[in-house]
């Protein structure tokens, strides 16, 4: 069977429940057969190679270290899940001082170990934030570093299917902008039930506006209402939908769904947060983001909690002040 690429993936945090997840679906999506899993607690790494060479993965070679410049030597792709998981009780924010600093290590050992790395997809929490900082000590260009924020619009796609008793697949255009988190802005303009528009069905006997505001709120706690379910956070669909990510940039299907990705538009600049966006082998291209003005306002909101975000990471000193964000890296001016 042939493989995608034969380039080396790298995924960070492999030895947690997403990153394991993430080699499987990399090893069934044939992407490559080079995959390099990286943690830094040996004892579950091993353990996940062990059950991946269980599977019997055809030409699939998993190769594993605790050594991070092994792990990065190479590597043309990566996606990292490598910070603290969301626990219960918490919001994506309360992962911020932590993470931070690791994403801060991750953008550097990038720049010493693999400078030449195509594509990096970023999914631990807070993912706005981590994918930023990754992207500014890495000094990769902006269309290089993408972070997970798909899962909010297809959370919002699964919730009208399920009101409206349909195949998932029939309820199209859905849309979460800004940030990954309780302060996403939830579009409505965009969306379609079986061809009907969303705005058409909301404020009718098929979806009231109280109900169209229920399922808003389940979209933002998405995350926390499966960390109720299962005692844990998300894992298999932030696995699944990094690994499309990843396969895009390989040169796969394109992936068209919100992402996170460094933007500048109207106003919004240095910043990461998620908009309309494309990952080709080509790289990650965005296009503005168009609403009503209510969902416009949403989105400003939601960039402006961002900027709070960003301005508590600079004043950690894990990000240098905006002006001397081009002298670390000179894409980013």
Same mark, same amino acid.
């Given at each position: 069977?042939? !493989?995608?690429?034969?380039?080396?993936?790298?995924?960070?945090?492999?030895?947690?429940?997403?990153?394991?997840?993430?080699?499987?679906?990399?090893?069934?999506?044939?992407?490559?057969?080079?995959?390099?899993?990286?943690?830094?607690?040996?004892?579950?790494?091993?353990?996940?190679?062990?059950?991946?060479?269980?599977?019997?993965?055809?030409?699939?070679?998993?190769? *594993?270290?605790?050594?991070?410049?092994?792990?990065?030597?190479?590597?043309?792709?990566?996606?990292?899940?490598?910070?603290?998981?969301?626990?219960?009780?918490?919001?994506?924010?309360?992962?911020?001082?932590?993470?931070?600093?690791?994403?801060?290590?991750?953008?550097?050992?990038?720049?010493?170990?693999?400078? %030449?790395?195509?594509?990096?997809?970023?999914? *631990?929490?807070?993912?706005?934030? @981590?994918?930023?900082? @990754?992207?500014?000590?890495?000094?990769?260009?902006?269309? $290089?570093?993408?972070?997970?924020?798909?899962?909010?619009?297809?959370?919002? $796609?699964?919730?009208?299917?399920?009101? *409206?008793?349909?195949?998932?697949?029939?309820?199209?255009?859905?849309?979460?902008?800004?940030?990954?988190?309780? $302060?996403?802005?939830? !579009?409505?303009?965009?969306?379609?039930? %079986?061809? @009907?528009?969303?705005?058409?069905?909301?404020?009718?006997?098929?979806?009231?506006?109280?109900?169209?505001? %229920?399922?808003?709120?389940?979209?933002?706690?998405?995350?926390?209402?499966?960390?109720?379910?299962?005692?844990?956070?998300? !894992? $298999?669909?932030?696995?699944?939908?990094?690994?499309?990510?990843?396969?895009?940039?390989?040169?796969?299907?394109?992936?068209?769904?919100?992402?996170?990705?460094?933007?500048?538009?109207?106003?919004? %600049?240095?910043?990461?947060?998620?908009?309309?966006?494309?990952?080709?082998?080509?790289?990650?291209?965005?296009?503005?983001?168009?609403?009503?003005?209510?969902?416009?306002?949403?989105?400003?909101?939601?960039?402006?909690?961002?900027?709070?975000?960003?301005?508590?990471?600079?004043?950690?000193?894990?990000?240098?002040?905006?002006?001397?964000?081009?002298?670390?890296?000179?894409?980013?001016?």
């Amino acid at each position: 069977m042939e !493989f995608l690429t034969n380039e080396k993936l790298t995924i960070v945090g492999a030895a947690g429940m997403i990153g394991s997840n993430m080699a499987q679906c990399a090893a069934m999506m044939r992407l490559t057969p080079n995959i390099c899993l990286y943690d830094v607690y040996a004892p579950g790494l091993e353990g996940v190679v062990e059950e991946m060479r269980h599977c019997g993965f055809e030409g699939v070679n998993f190769t *594993f270290t605790t050594d991070v410049k092994e792990a990065l030597t190479g590597s043309k792709y990566i996606i990292s899940s490598g910070g603290a998981p969301r626990k219960q009780g918490m919001t994506r924010e309360d992962l911020l001082k932590g993470n931070a600093g690791v994403a801060e290590q991750l953008g550097k050992d990038i720049k010493s170990y693999c400078p %030449d790395v195509k594509h990096v997809v970023i999914i *631990f929490n807070p993912a706005d934030i @981590t994918g930023l900082v @990754t992207l500014l000590w890495s000094g990769l260009k902006p269309s $290089q570093v993408t972070t997970l924020a798909a899962l909010d619009s297809i959370r919002l $796609q699964s919730e009208l299917a399920k009101h *409206f008793g349909v195949e998932q697949s029939r309820v199209t255009g859905c849309r979460t902008y800004g940030g990954h988190g309780e $302060q996403m802005a939830v !579009f409505a303009s965009t969306a379609k039930v %079986d061809g @009907t528009p969303l705005t058409d069905l909301i404020g009718t006997d098929k979806l009231t506006k109280e109900q169209w505001a %229920d399922i808003q709120q389940k979209v933002v706690k998405g995350g926390a209402n499966i960390i109720n379910l299962r005692g844990r956070s998300s !894992f $298999q669909s932030p696995s699944y939908v990094s690994v499309e990510m990843i396969r895009a940039a390989m040169g796969g299907a394109p992936f068209s769904w919100p992402a996170g990705r460094y933007v500048s538009f109207n106003g919004i %600049d240095h910043i990461m947060m998620a908009m309309e966006v494309t990952i080709t082998a080509n790289g990650a291209a965005y296009e503005e983001v168009t609403g009503t003005p209510e969902e416009m306002a949403a989105l400003r909101k939601s960039y402006e909690h961002l900027c709070t975000m960003r301005d508590e990471v600079i004043g950690l000193g894990v990000l240098p002040p905006v002006e001397k964000w081009g002298e670390i890296n000179p894409n980013l001016q």
